[in-house]
């Protein structure tokens, strides 16, 4: 028991009883990046509630693939450019979608840090997230459309090429980060926009650590203490974070997230609780989370839903987990990183 809840409790209290409430207080949890599809895919949860509320899942970022049309999805290779004004197009419609449904599914959005303090007391919540910021064409004007329509994680890059900064599964053609790029992040802190670095490459981290003025998340993804996997490696392994890369995210208070793919976490959703335990012992138990990719991986996702992290859960609690640790890596670490970038900053 912590010394607040033991206050709480007071003195007067037998201990039993304080036990028994902290016991009863479920564990919510949280995911920094899944996909719901709809058209043309069985990899839409449906209905979407309900697969959050199995796996007691309040605070969860719905991410739009922003470039979804101009890559092969097989192969993960760009097969055109947008024209001008195509992506941001995109982007209104399916985040109209993406709103709807999660208004028919009767879930909040987050706006606010407030939103994320009731996602923390079961309250379940969307982020509305984009992974690829194809939108943003050559100024930064675009985010604050983006913010207004409730956009509150922000992923700079994706599989195809941008004039943000290069990406880990194409040869760079940028120093990292360009000055765009640059000009988003600070674009993002100053309107309260959680920025996320998936899919960037290693420099282009590093900028973007140099000047954010608020922590960051890898929202999904694994982390290696390999070398990096040569340019022929299979997609998966290029998209693997250097374990130097990562603790510097976690340097600057940011968060990790791991994915569910089957071939780099293992084969049951127990395998994925110990890969999240090892991440955490590598970077510190407040810079690891969630970040499951569900439906992004499709038949490739050792977790079938957001059920079977009911399943990590317990798969902690009977190998003895700290409470507190296992609170964290649930959903505290990816809730205070989202409500300290949501904070807007003055310039
Ligand atoms: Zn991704």
Same mark, same amino acid.
């Given at each position: 028991m912590d010394r607040r809840k033991f206050l709480a409790c !007071? @003195? +007067?209290? &037998?201990l039993l009883l304080c036990r028994r409430t902290q016991a009863q207080s479920p564990i919510f949890t949280a995911d920094m990046h899944f996909h719901s599809f709809f058209a /043309? =895919?069985? #990899?839409? $949860?449906?209905p979407l509630a309900q697969t959050l509320a199995a796996g007691n899942t309040t605070l969860a970022a719905w991410s739009l693939v922003g470039d979804l049309l101009w890559f092969d999805v097989k192969t993960y290779k760009q097969k055109s450019v947008p024209k001008p004004g195509e992506a941001l197009g995109w982007f209104q419609r399916e985040l109209g979608r993406i709103k709807e449904h999660v208004a028919q599914q009767k879930l909040r959005i987050v706006r606010a840090p407030a939103d994320v303090e009731r996602a923390l007391r079961g309250e379940p919540h969307i982020v509305l997230a984009v992974e !690829? +910021? $194809?939108?943003?064409?050559? /100024? $930064?004007?675009p985010l604050k459309t983006a913010y207004g329509l !409730? %956009?509150?994680? %922000?992923? @700079?890059?994706? #599989?195809t090429r941008n004039a943000i900064g290069d990406i880990q599964t194409e040869p760079p053609e940028h120093p990292g980060l360009t000055q765009l790029g640059k000009q988003i992040v600070r674009e993002c802190n100053r309107l309260g926009i959680l920025v996320d670095l998936a899919h960037c490459t290693e420099a282009a981290v590093i900028d973007a650590l140099a000047i954010s003025r608020a922590p960051m998340v890898w929202s999904h993804g694994s982390v290696r203490r390999e070398p990096p996997a040569a340019a022929s490696a299979a997609v998966w392994r290029r998209r693997q974070l250097s374990l130097d890369t990562a603790k510097e995210i976690a340097r600057k208070g940011g968060v990790v997230g791991l994915w569910a793919l089957t071939v780099d976490v293992g084969k049951t959703p127990e395998a994925y609780a110990d890969r999240m335990i090892a991440l955490a012992e590598w970077l510190g138990d407040d810079h690891v989370a969630f970040g499951t990719d569900i439906n992004g @991986?499709? &038949? #490739?996702?050792? @977790? =079938? *839903?957001? *059920?079977d992290l009911r399943r990590v859960i317990e798969h902690w609690q009977r190998q003895g987990v700290d409470d507190a640790r296992i609170r964290k890596l649930a959903i505290g670490n990816y809730a205070r990183v989202l409500k300290d970038a949501l904070q807007p900053m003055r310039a």
């Open positions: !007071g @003195l +007067a209290v &037998p /043309d =895919s069985k #990899y839409h $949860a449906r !690829g +910021a $194809a939108f943003i064409e050559t /100024d $930064a004007r !409730g %956009l509150r994680h %922000l992923q @700079l890059v994706h #599989y @991986l499709g &038949p #490739y996702s050792v @977790l =079938s *839903g957001h *059920g």
